[in-house]
Antibody
Framework: QVQLVQSGAEVRKPGASVKVSCKAS????????LHWVRQASGQRLEWMGC????????KYSQKLQARLTITRDTSASTAYMELSSLRSEDTAVYFC????????????WGQGTMVTVSS | QSVLTQPPSASGTPGQRVTITCSGS????????VYWYQQLPGTAPNLLIY???QRPSGVPDRFSGSKSGASASLAISGLRSEDEANYYC???????????FGGGTKLTVL
């Protein structure tokens, strides 16, 4: 079945970086975009950025573009999200989600990865 | 502060019809489609409505969406206990050049 499976929970100190993976299966990886959306505890969803898995074009939110890098490995059908210079306010659950050409229709989601930033 | 505004809570009894609203501006909802997501506690969101009023396969027709200008609404008819969840609206924002989400509405089935 179509699914996205993310890597496990991470704990980092302020100022460090974190890299989360999202492995796709059950569909043609390069036909879709993969997005990263995060959610702090009890808070709204926040779109972070995305990658076109076919041509590797990326798009980042204005808020995070200086600290965020999204990449993909087509041989592994996996996308990666790396966030640098972590702060306590980056503590959140990070989701990857798939779209086709409609970049707001997230039809498949990963299970989420908890990232905790604490000294 | 969310770009899209939703009421923080809504409630209804089983069998009732409940409506959740979402308001935005000319740079987002006023010129783009609305999408709705359901999020059960501890799980990832699930797409309920796309492009204002379209339901993905598997979503019951008890869920319906509409949009007028820079406002949108999600209606749930025949309310069931399993509908108790957080509901988020979303749209594309032309100024931010990316998707934006509402603050979410927690639906309680009494």
């Amino acid at each position: 079945q179509v699914q996205l499976v993310q890597s496990g929970a991470e704990v980092r100190k302020p100022g460090a970086s974190v890299k989360v993976s999202c492995k796709a299966s059950g569909y043609t990886f390069t036909n879709y975009a993969l997005h990263w959306v995060r959610q702090a505890s009890g808070q709204r969803l926040e779109w972070m950025g995305c990658i076109n898995a076919g041509n590797a074009n990326t798009k980042y939110s204005q808020k995070l573009q200086a600290r965020l890098t999204i990449t993909r490995d087509t041989s592994a059908s996996t996308a990666y999200m790396e966030l640098s210079s972590l702060r306590s306010e980056d503590t959140a659950v990070y989701f990857c989600a798939r779209t086709g050409g409609d970049y707001v229709a997230f039809d498949i989601w990963g299970q989420g990865t908890m990232v905790t930033v604490s000294s | 502060q969310s770009v899209l505004t939703q009421p923080p809570s809504a409630s209804g009894t089983p069998g009732q019809r409940v409506t959740i609203t979402c308001s935005g501006s000319s740079s987002n909802l006023g010129s783009n489609y609305v999408y709705w997501y359901q999020q059960l506690p501890g799980t990832a969101p699930n797409l309920l409505i796309y492009r204002n009023n379209q339901r993905p396969s598997g979503v019951p027709d008890r869920f319906s969406g509409s949009k007028s200008g820079a406002s949108a609404s999600l209606a749930i008819s025949g309310l069931r206990s399993e509908d108790e969840a957080n509901y988020y609206c979303a749209t594309w924002d032309d100024s931010l050049s990316g998707p934006v989400f509402g603050g979410g509405t927690k639906l309680t089935v009494l």
